[in-house]
């Protein structure tokens, strides 16, 4: 399932995410990039998550719908690669060569590098290599919280959002979310506070850049404490 968002550059704190997965190999000016693109989407698809540690259950299109990876492919056009870092996410990179489109598996853009998934190794690139021919168009794989259909605003109700005020309430190390499945007044204001901290647009409107952030901060918080775990028990 592809959706596709149109999204204007906005300043966010850039914080390169650590390094982790498969052999880096070193630059080299003799490697051609075509050995690292695909036409086929969904070949570059599989390869992105295959070096993100991501089971993809053999799918042939892990973006379809109904697919058993139960991803979305959320389509983005980004102003830069600044505006693509804010993003610390995994995506794939639409290229265009001699009049053919072509995907590059991005695992991660920081400073002026983007690191690149082959087929058989991970591989730093200038992104000052990659500007000729990329065209700005993104497709980023993405588990959306469950029940989640169309941006979360004021007066939704369901599944997604009881996910979003029970993450609010482990973020923020609460005992009790600020709603139960109706998006409140009370929740409005918790997602208005955390897009301004994180230099999101600030519109009280959950959703795809806003859910990602929160997702990745869980993600984050749920590894300080496996940490602390293990420093407690060592």
């Not at 056009?77 to 060569?97: C, I, N």
């Not at 009881?162 to 998006?183: H, T």
């Not at 204001?189 to 519109?203: G, I, K, N, P």
């Amino acid at each position: 399932r592809v959706e596709s968002l149109v999204l204007a550059a906005s300043p966010v704190a850039d914080v390169a995410p650590q390094q982790t997965g498969p052999r880096i190999v070193a630059e080299s000016a003799d490697q051609p990039l075509a050995r690292w693109w695909d036409q086929s989407q969904s070949a570059a698809i599989n390869r992105l998550l295959l070096h993100s540690g991501q089971d993809i259950a053999g799918d042939d299109d892990p973006c379809a719908e109904g697919s058993s990876a139960g991803l979305r492919c959320v389509e983005l056009r980004v102003g830069d690669w600044a505006e693509l870092a804010r993003y610390r996410s995994p995506a794939l990179l639409e290229l265009e060569v001699a009049g053919e489109k072509h995907w590059l598996a991005s695992l991660r853009v920081s400073d002026d590098v983007a690191l690149l998934a082959g087929r058989e190794e991970v591989r730093p690139w200038r992104q000052s290599e990659l500007d000729e021919f990329w065209t700005g168009r993104v497709l980023m794989p993405w588990s959306a919280p469950p029940g989640y259909h169309h941006p979360l605003r004021r007066g939704s109700e369901g599944l997604a959002v009881s996910w979003l005020a029970e993450g609010f309430a482990q973020l923020d190390d609460q005992q009790r979310p600020l709603a139960a499945s109706v998006y409140n007044a009370l929740l409005e204001r918790r997602v208005r506070l955390f897009q301004r901290e994180q230099a999101l647009y600030v519109d009280g409107v959950a959703g795809f850049r806003t859910l990602l952030r929160l997702q990745q901060l869980l993600a984050e918080q749920d590894d300080e404490v496996v940490a602390a775990m293990f420093r407690q028990g060592g």
